[in-house]
């Protein structure tokens, strides 16, 4: 089936190499860094994590969202999503790729890598977190990639996938639960030692993975010519809504929380992350386009009339992954380090060269997405 890939429209050959264009630009920056050094980048001593985990923490909710058209459909038995299940694993693989490519650049010394691998150390949540990532790469892989060749051959996926399939639910569950406790498990940082972490991601994840699947579902059908149904796109945007819900919720109850308390070392963080702190307001900027474009998007989604209206829809699912993405990225990332332990601040601004490493890798993964759903609509059609 891979040869399918290989064919297809000028258009889809130009949006092909564009991408490679890109992959490019941010592999020749990125041996720039690996001959220079992190110091290429916006980090620093104080701000030790920066685009690239941000980066990482966000895209580990877009793969475990791919658990919401899994369950339903292999749990519940919802025939609407059984024509985008498979777009959800795939959505899930590339996500896994990016998020593991982030942290390879991220390390600086790619060798660093084998550390892990060659002294596993069990009591370490990243080492956990590397199992987690790289077990649910495989999951996905091999039922995704299985039950297409069952739908190209016109037979039902074998029976050794099903459990397979089961077992990437609570899974997919436990990649963003691990990735959560690697922040609230770091008692010197007051932003991120919250029990609630964790279903705050969840919470993220389920918004805007499927928001983003929506979107991809909306492109498809203009330029794939591949409807995924009304159906199956409603029920995504009503759980993108609850989600979204959810997940704001969760951010005014940690507010809540801190203000009342009245902890100066706790509302320091909110009030850099919203407001600014002595002077320093560029996340807060940034987190007030998040609130504009969440609470925005949240008034589209709730009104079923907007939500019906495919173009408002859209605008929605675009406002819905835009917010998360600044809230979940460099807002939850940065905020954690600023203020200090001993109440400096220090201003994180990504350098042109770490921008284009990120963009590289992101063309990366939609590269891989755009082949994933190129083959995925070509056996479609065969059918």
């Not at 998360?324 to 990225?329: F, Y």
Request: with cysteine; charged share 10%.
């Amino acid at each position: 089936m891979l040869e399918k890939a290989l064919k297809g429209s000028r258009g889809y050959g130009i949006w092909v190499a564009f991408l490679l264009l890109l992959v490019a630009i941010g592999f020749f920056f990125y041996l720039r860094q690996l001959d220079y050094g992190l110091g290429i980048t916006g980090m620093s001593r104080d701000v030790s994590w920066g685009l690239y985990i941000a980066q990482f923490t966000f895209l580990v909710g877009i793969a475990a969202s791919a658990v919401m058209l899994v369950l339903p459909y292999y749990l519940h038995d919802f025939k609407a999503f059984g024509k985008i299940t498979i777009l959800g694993e795939f959505l899930a693989v590339s996500a896994v790729v990016m998020c593991i490519t982030f942290i390879f650049v991220d390390l600086g010394q790619p060798g660093r890598v084998m550390n892990v691998l060659l002294y596993p150390s069990p009591t370490s949540v990243l080492f956990w977190d590397m199992v987690v990532l790289n077990g649910y790469l495989l999951l996905n892989i091999v039922t995704g990639w299985t039950v297409l060749e069952s739908d190209k051959k016109g037979v039902p996926p074998p029976a050794w996938v099903k459990p397979l399939i089961y077992l990437s639910i609570p899974w997919a569950v436990s990649i963003h639960t691990v990735t959560a406790f690697i922040y609230s498990g770091l008692p010197g940082r007051g932003f991120w030692l919250t029990a609630i972490m964790a279903p705050r991601f969840l919470a993220s994840a389920f918004a805007s993975g499927p928001a983003l699947l929506i979107l991809f579902c909306l492109i498809l059908r203009r330029f794939g010519r591949f409807d995924a149904g009304e159906k199956a796109i409603q029920t995504l945007a009503k759980i993108v809504t609850y989600a979204l819900a959810t997940s704001i919720f969760f951010v005014l109850v940690e507010l809540f929380t801190v203000f009342y308390s009245q902890i100066p070392g706790h509302m320091h963080h909110l009030t850099y992350l919203f407001a600014g702190l002595d002077g320093h307001h560029t996340i807060a900027r940034w987190m007030a386009v998040s609130a504009f474009t969440a609470v925005a998007a949240l008034v589209l989604l709730i009104i079923p009339r907007m939500r019906k209206n495919e173009s408002l829809l859209a605008l929605a699912c675009i406002g819905v992954f835009l917010s998360l993405w600044i809230e979940k990225g460099l807002g939850l990332v940065v905020t954690g380090f600023v203020p200090s332990p001993v109440e400096t601040i220090t201003d994180y601004t990504p350098t042109g060269p770490e921008v284009a490493i990120t963009i590289g890798v992101w063309a990366l993964g939609l590269l891989m997405i755009t082949l994933f759903y190129k083959i995925f609509v070509s056996v479609r059609k065969e059918e």
